[in-house]
Structure formats: structure tokens, C-alpha cells
């Protein structure tokens, strides 16, 4: 039974922290704008953007070694790295500014300041990283990042780690304090609120079922309110399509010329979270290794220090793995549904190139614990079975499109802004480096969406985001006076670092 047509002036499908954060920025731009949220689940930040279905790292590549690549001459590419760490910095600007302005209050419930550290083992890799270090160390953005390979020395940064290591092998490890630990849900949570005081109209256990365009250029966004088992019909001028995993089936669903020939390929993730206070209490910082050879990036292996509920825990992972699922709450029958005639060609092309990813993902998912211990030990050598148990975390879908340089079918592991010519529509597609980059990646979607509106936006946008089109790197004094500043609105600065969280741990 459809219930008449209602209008608003923008749709946010999806209550995560990228519909969080995009209605954020639009409350600011532009206040008398009516905006409409809905989102399946009871609550919001449930999905890949809650604390326990994502690592919760400010990535800003202060220590993730995929985003610095070795080239055939042997030196390292940081482009990557200098691009995400910039992209970091927009999105701590607009936090504190939201802080400053009192629109969302103690920012120490989500972020908190915490070392980033690379470790490595073995001669080659040791290499490696001394000459990433080199790389990193004399630009701006990485200051302070500090390298040793010196056994006593890692002992005092990560005793955890070193303690009972037998091997001979030389290590070495990278520290920067700057980083931090992010709580995306608690975030998430705060901007809801934020947005709700502001008479956003956000509409829980309300699922977009379609996506049609009315006469007028308008899109029609139709809803299932699951506890009246009504169907509603919703008109807006602007639709943002931040269903996380399931924002491809709803591109799909508009019939947009860019929707064509994109599919998705659903990676699931494992932890290990620690339910022993004693090992929590050794360990305080992200340290970050290597990704085995035929592992896909986001399995990169690390041991993190995590602030949740204001409790100090200590997880292992990610475990990637297989499942058909788009949603962590999603269907076994995703993918197969998401395979259209427009994207057959491009999914089998995908499908015969990645058959080693997939097999490689599938044996992730059938390891046993005991087999998740052994890679847990080459961090924590002495780990036992009993101190540790398994949680399930979110589901990341990787886009795969016809590329140029990858040709047919090719996987993305990055994230992708798709949207109509008109800017009438926008989805976000993948989910790497993610919740920390929301800002910069939201930015994006407002200069696509309303080009006609960014000459009278830019001056606000400046003002929330001072670095907004400057590179921070070549302006080395803008980049000091920012970091101090957010680091002093957020809590993030020497004297807080030291600061220990009341409780630590305890996850059983
Ligand atoms: C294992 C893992 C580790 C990660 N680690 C990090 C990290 O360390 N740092 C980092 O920055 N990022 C990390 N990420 C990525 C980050 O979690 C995501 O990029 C981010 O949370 C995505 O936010 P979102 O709002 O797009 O999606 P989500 O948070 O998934 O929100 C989408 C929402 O849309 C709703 N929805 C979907 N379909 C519909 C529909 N049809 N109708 C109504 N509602 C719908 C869902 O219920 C959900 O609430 C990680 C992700 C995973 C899975």
C-alpha cells in the first residue's frame, strides 16, 4: 500500500558515518535545507562504521606500509601516503570544529591520541622500511617519526611484542605518536544526535527498496517502514546513496548511465580481541606489519590498543575473508543479486581474474583458531588460546570496474564517488581507507553534486576547514598551526597522550 508522497529537500539513505557526515556539512552550508534520513537498522553506526566492526584507525598512513610502495628502482613511492594523511587532517578540521562550536561535545569518547607503528622481520623488509622511513621522515606530515631496529629499544616501545622472541631475524619498527584511535560509531552516534537537534528527520528500521527518477529530474525513493509493513513514497532533489555495503544494489536501482558495468566484491573480516586485563595493560599503541604474498590489502595483520566505552582493549586482525553477504545484516543472496546483464561481462572477467583472491579468502574463512593463534604469535609470540576470542566484523565490498590500465573486470580498493551527469544522485561505492577519510570523500560528493552552490559555500567551507585546497605539506606553518590546534580542541596533544582511560579493559 503506498501512503501519498512526501518531499524533502535531500535523502541520506543510510545512517552511517558517511551519511553522518555528509548531512554535517550540509547543515552548515546550507541550515534551511530539509534533509530526510533513512536507515534500515533500529539504530545508527550499526553497520561497518560501529567500533567493533572496523579497526578504528585515524588512517593518515603514519604506519600503514600498503600505501607506500617500493618501485623497480628501489625507492618509495609516497604519493599515496602524503594523499591519505592530507585527507586526515580534513577530517580532524571539521571535527574540531564541530567540538569548537559545541555542535557535538567530549571528543575523547571517539578519538583518542595513540602511537602508529610499522614493525617488520627480516632483512629485505628491515630494508624496506629503513628507506620508508627516510622517505617519510623529512616531510612535514610525518614529523616525528622516529626508527629502530635496536632489540632494547623495542623492548621499551612494544614489550608485549618482544618479549619471548626467539628468532634471530633481524626486526626494526617505525613509531610516530601523532596517530590515534578512532570509535567511528561513537562519531557516528554524535552526528546523529547532532543532526537530530538540528530537525533532521531520521527515519530507523526504514528500508530504501527503490530509487526511480520523476518527471521533473526529482528522484522517488521508495521505503518499506518495517514495523508498519507500509510503503511510503519519498520525492527529494538530491539523493545520497550511503548504504556502506549496500549502496550498490540502490546505484543499480536508479538506472543512471554511471551505474553500468560496476560490480562488487564482498570481503568479511575477522578479530581477535584480548579478554585478559594483564596482556591489555602491556600493550599501547597500532602496530601495523605486513600483508602475507596473495593477501589483499586490507588484511594487513596488526595489533591495536582500542578506546572503547572509555575501556582500554587490545584486538588482533583483520582475518579477512569469503561471504556473499553486502551487510553484515545483508543476504546470502547479494551478490548473486547484484550481477546484472550491464555487469555480467565485467563480473566474469573479475571472477577468472581473481580465482587465487578468492580461493586465498576462502581458506581464511575454514581457519581454525588454533591456526588464527599461530599468525597472532608472530606479534605476540607467547599469546594463549584462552586469552583471546573471535569476533565477527563488518563486511567491506570493493568495487570492480573496467579500468584502462587493469582492463576488464578489475578490482578497486579504494573508494569511489559515483554519480548522476546532473549531480542529482551520488553513492559511495568501497570502503578503504574509509571512515577516516569521510570528510575529504564527503567534500567530494558536495563539489559534484552542487557546483552551482560552491562559490557561495567555499568561504563557510574555509572557515570549518582551513586547509580546505592547500596542500598542508608545502605549507609547513599552516600545517604546525592546525595540528597544534586540533590536537588541543580534541584532546590529542603530549600532555592528554599520557593520559590513561579509567578502566583497562576487560572483553569476555
Ligand atoms: C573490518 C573492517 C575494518 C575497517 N577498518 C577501518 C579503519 O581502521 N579505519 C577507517 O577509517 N575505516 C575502516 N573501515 C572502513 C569503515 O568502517 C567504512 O569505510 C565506513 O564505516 C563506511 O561508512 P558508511 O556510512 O559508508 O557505511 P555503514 O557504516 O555500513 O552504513 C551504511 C548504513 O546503510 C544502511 N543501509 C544499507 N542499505 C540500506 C537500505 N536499502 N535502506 C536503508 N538503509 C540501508 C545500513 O544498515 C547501514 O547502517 C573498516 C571496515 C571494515 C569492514
Same mark, same amino acid.
Request: proline share 5%.
Given at each position: 500500500?503506498?501512503?501519498?508522497?512526501?518531499?524533502?529537500?535531500?535523502?541520506?539513505?543510510?545512517?552511517?558515518v558517511m551519511?553522518?557526515t555528509?548531512?554535517?556539512? *550540509?547543515?552548515?552550508?546550507?541550515?534551511?535545507?530539509?534533509?530526510?534520513?533513512?536507515?534500515?537498522?533500529?539504530?545508527?553506526?550499526?553497520?561497518?562504521?560501529?567500533?567493533? $566492526?572496523?579497526?578504528?584507525?585515524g588512517h593518515s598512513a603514519?604506519?600503514?606500509?600498503?600505501?607506500?610502495?617500493?618501485?623497480?628502482?628501489?625507492?618509495?613511492?609516497?604519493?599515496? @601516503?602524503?594523499k591519505i594523511n592530507e585527507q586526515f587532517q580534513l577530517s580532524?578540521?571539521?571535527?574540531?570544529? &564541530?567540538?569548537?562550536?559545541? +555542535?557535538?561535545?567530549?571528543?575523547?569518547?571517539?578519538?583518542?591520541?595513540?602511537?602508529?607503528?610499522?614493525? #617488520?622481520?627480516?632483512?629485505?623488509?628491515?630494508?624496506?622500511?629503513?628507506?620508508?622511513?627516510?622517505? *617519510?621522515?623529512?616531510?612535514? +606530515?610525518?614529523?616525528?617519526?622516529?626508527?629502530?631496529?635496536?632489540?632494547?629499544?623495542?623492548?621499551?616501545?612494544?614489550?608485549?611484542?618482544?618479549?619471548?622472541?626467539?628468532? $634471530?631475524?633481524?626486526?626494526?619498527?617505525?613509531?610516530?605518536?601523532?596517530?590515534?584511535?578512532?570509535?567511528?560509531?561513537?562519531?557516528?552516534? /554524535?552526528?546523529?544526535?547532532?543532526?537530530?537537534?538540528?530537525?533532521?528527520?531520521?527515519?530507523?528500521?526504514?528500508?530504501?527498496?527503490?530509487?526511480?527518477?520523476?518527471?521533473?529530474?526529482?528522484?522517488?525513493?521508495? #521505503?518499506?517502514?518495517?514495523?508498519?509493513?507500509?510503503?511510503?513514497?519519498?520525492?527529494?532533489?538530491? #539523493?545520497?546513496?550511503?548504504?556502506?555495503?549496500?549502496?550498490?544494489? &540502490?546505484?543499480?536501482?536508479?538506472?543512471?548511465?554511471?551505474?553500468?558495468?560496476?560490480?562488487?566484491?564482498?570481503?568479511?573480516?575477522?578479530? /581477535?580481541?584480548? $579478554?585478559?586485563?594483564?596482556?591489555?595493560?602491556?600493550?599501547?599503541?597500532?602496530?601495523?606489519?605486513?600483508?602475507?604474498?596473495?593477501?589483499?590489502? /586490507?588484511?594487513?595483520?596488526?595489533?591495536?590498543?582500542?578506546?572503547?566505552?572509555?575501556?582500554?582493549?587490545?584486538?588482533?586482525?583483520?582475518?579477512?575473508?569469503?561471504?556473499?553477504?553486502?551487510?553484515?545484516?545483508?543476504?546470502?543472496?547479494?551478490?548473486?543479486?547484484?550481477?546484472?546483464? $550491464?555487469? &555480467?561481462?565485467?563480473?566474469?572477467?573479475?571472477?577468472?581474474?581473481?580465482?587465487?583472491?578468492?580461493?586465498?579468502?576462502?581458506?581464511?574463512?575454514?581457519?581454525?583458531?588454533?591456526?588464527?593463534?599461530?599468525?597472532?604469535?608472530?606479534?605476540?609470540?607467547?599469546?594463549?588460546?584462552?586469552?583471546?576470542?573471535?569476533?565477527?566484523?563488518?563486511?567491506?565490498?570493493?568495487?570492480?570496474?573496467?579500468?584502462?590500465?587493469?582492463?576488464?573486470?578489475?578490482?578497486?580498493?579504494g573508494t569511489?564517488? #559515483?554519480?548522476?551527469?546532473?549531480?542529482?544522485?551520488?553513492?559511495l561505492?568501497?570502503a578503504s581507507p574509509g571512515a577516516s577519510t569521510a570528510v575529504h570523500v564527503m567534500l567530494e560528493?558536495?563539489?559534484?553534486?552542487?557546483?552551482?552552490?560552491?562559490?557561495?559555500?567555499?568561504?563557510?567551507?574555509?572557515?570549518?576547514?582551513?586547509?580546505?585546497?592547500?596542500?598542508?605539506?608545502?605549507?609547513?606553518?599552516?600545517?604546525?598551526?592546525?595540528?597544534?590546534?586540533?590536537?588541543?580542541? &580534541?584532546?590529542?596533544?603530549?600532555?592528554?597522550?599520557?593520559?590513561?582511560?579509567?578502566?583497562?579493559? @576487560?572483553?569476555?
Amino acid at each position: 500500500m503506498s501512503n501519498g508522497q512526501k518531499k524533502t529537500d535531500v535523502i541520506l539513505i543510510g545512517a552511517g558515518v558517511m551519511s553522518a557526515t555528509l548531512g554535517s556539512l *550540509l547543515k552548515e552550508l546550507a541550515p534551511e535545507w530539509k534533509i530526510t534520513v533513512f536507515e534500515k537498522l533500529a539504530n545508527e553506526g550499526e553497520e561497518s562504521s560501529n567500533e567493533w $566492526n572496523n579497526a578504528g584507525t585515524g588512517h593518515s598512513a603514519l604506519c600503514e606500509l600498503n600505501y607506500t610502495s617500493e618501485k623497480p628502482d628501489g625507492s618509495i613511492d609516497i604519493s599515496k @601516503a602524503i594523499k591519505i594523511n592530507e585527507q586526515f587532517q580534513l577530517s580532524r578540521q571539521f571535527w574540531s570544529y &564541530l567540538v569548537n562550536s559545541k +555542535l557535538i561535545h567530549n571528543p575523547q569518547d571517539f578519538i583518542m591520541p595513540l602511537p602508529h607503528m610499522s614493525l #617488520v622481520q627480516g632483512e629485505q623488509n628491515v630494508s624496506f622500511l629503513k628507506k620508508r622511513f627516510k622517505a *617519510l621522515s623529512n616531510n612535514p +606530515l610525518f614529523q616525528g617519526m622516529e626508527f629502530s631496529d635496536n632489540p632494547e629499544k623495542l623492548m621499551e616501545w612494544i614489550p608485549l611484542i618482544m618479549q619471548d622472541r626467539t628468532t $634471530n631475524e633481524p626486526i626494526a619498527a617505525t613509531k610516530i605518536d601523532s596517530g590515534t584511535d578512532v570509535n567511528f560509531g561513537a562519531l557516528t552516534r /554524535m552526528l546523529f544526535n547532532h543532526l537530530k537537534n538540528k530537525n533532521v528527520d531520521v527515519n530507523y528500521k526504514h528500508t530504501v527498496k527503490d530509487i526511480k527518477r520523476t518527471s521533473d529530474g526529482s528522484w522517488k525513493v521508495k #521505503v518499506h517502514d518495517i514495523d508498519s509493513g507500509k510503503i511510503e513514497d519519498h520525492i527529494a532533489k538530491f #539523493v545520497f546513496i550511503g548504504g556502506g555495503g549496500g549502496s550498490l544494489p &540502490l546505484l543499480q536501482k536508479t538506472g543512471i548511465p554511471e551505474s553500468k558495468r560496476i560490480g562488487g566484491f564482498p570481503v568479511s573480516g575477522l578479530f /581477535m580481541v584480548c $579478554n585478559n586485563p594483564e596482556v591489555v595493560a602491556q600493550h599501547h599503541a597500532k602496530v601495523y606489519g605486513k600483508a602475507k604474498v596473495g593477501a589483499p590489502p /586490507m588484511s594487513v595483520p596488526h595489533l591495536d590498543t582500542r578506546f572503547i566505552d572509555n575501556k582500554k582493549s587490545l584486538l588482533f586482525g583483520p582475518f579477512a575473508g569469503f561471504s556473499p553477504k553486502f551487510l553484515k545484516t545483508g543476504s546470502n543472496f547479494d551478490l548473486i543479486g547484484s550481477v546484472k546483464p $550491464n555487469n &555480467l561481462l565485467t563480473m566474469l572477467a573479475a571472477g577468472a581474474k581473481n580465482m587465487p583472491l578468492t580461493k586465498y579468502l576462502i581458506q581464511q574463512v575454514m581457519l581454525s583458531k588454533e591456526k588464527r593463534m599461530e599468525e597472532l604469535r608472530e606479534f605476540i609470540p607467547n599469546a594463549k588460546g584462552e586469552d583471546w576470542d573471535l569476533v565477527v566484523a563488518g563486511q567491506r565490498v570493493q568495487v570492480i570496474k573496467d579500468t584502462e590500465t587493469g582492463g576488464k573486470g578489475t578490482l578497486q580498493f579504494g573508494t569511489e564517488v #559515483v554519480s548522476a551527469a546532473d549531480g542529482s544522485i551520488a553513492a559511495l561505492l568501497g570502503a578503504s581507507p574509509g571512515a577516516s577519510t569521510a570528510v575529504h570523500v564527503m567534500l567530494e560528493v558536495i563539489t559534484k553534486c552542487f557546483p552551482q552552490n560552491m562559490k557561495e559555500w567555499e568561504p563557510k567551507i574555509k572557515e570549518m576547514i582551513p586547509s580546505y585546497g592547500v596542500s598542508l605539506m608545502e605549507n609547513p606553518e599552516l600545517l604546525h598551526e592546525i595540528h597544534t590546534s586540533t590536537a588541543e580542541t &580534541l584532546g590529542l596533544s603530549d600532555k592528554n597522550s599520557k593520559k590513561k582511560p579509567e578502566k583497562e579493559l @576487560a572483553f569476555s
